[in-house]
């Protein structure tokens, strides 16, 4: 069992940065594929940045070169850096997780509000 805790949300300006921080329990983060998951109000969860055990990373269109993905094997730990935030990317995000095994569940943190506002 993982347990993800997400922290680092809150209300910005548009064009100002924010890091997120997903803490995870366990012995085997290393060997987790680690995302950022995002929904607004009335919307739909989206991807928002995947990175992998072995440190390769993907984005969605929406964010890329604003955010990076990254993760610190030795404190379980997974950040996402946002800069030039805009008012559309205002969702709760969410810290996702899942093992090496096909057959692995999905583990998902409680979230954590963004918010980008004047």
């Known amino acids: 069992q993982v347990q993800l805790v997400e922290s680092g949300g809150g209300l910005v300006q548009p064009g100002g940065s924010l890091r997120l921080s997903c803490a995870a329990s366990?012995?085997?983060?290393?060997?987790?594929?680690m995302a950022w998951y995002r929904q607004a109000p009335g919307g739909k969860r989206e991807l928002v940045a995947v990175?992998?055990?072995?440190?390769?990373?993907n984005f969605a269109d929406s964010v890329k070169g604003r955010f990076t993905i990254s993760r610190d094997n030795a404190k379980n730990t997974m950040y996402l850096q946002m800069n030039s935030l805009k008012p559309e990317d205002t969702a709760v995000y969410y810290c996702?997780?899942?093992?090496?095994?096909?057959?692995?569940?999905?583990?998902w943190g409680q979230g954590t509000q963004v918010t980008v506002s004047s």
């Open positions: 996702y997780a899942k093992g090496p095994l096909t057959a692995a569940p999905d583990y």
């Open positions: 990175i992998s055990s072995g440190g390769n990373t």
């Open positions: 366990g012995s085997a983060f290393s060997s987790y594929a």
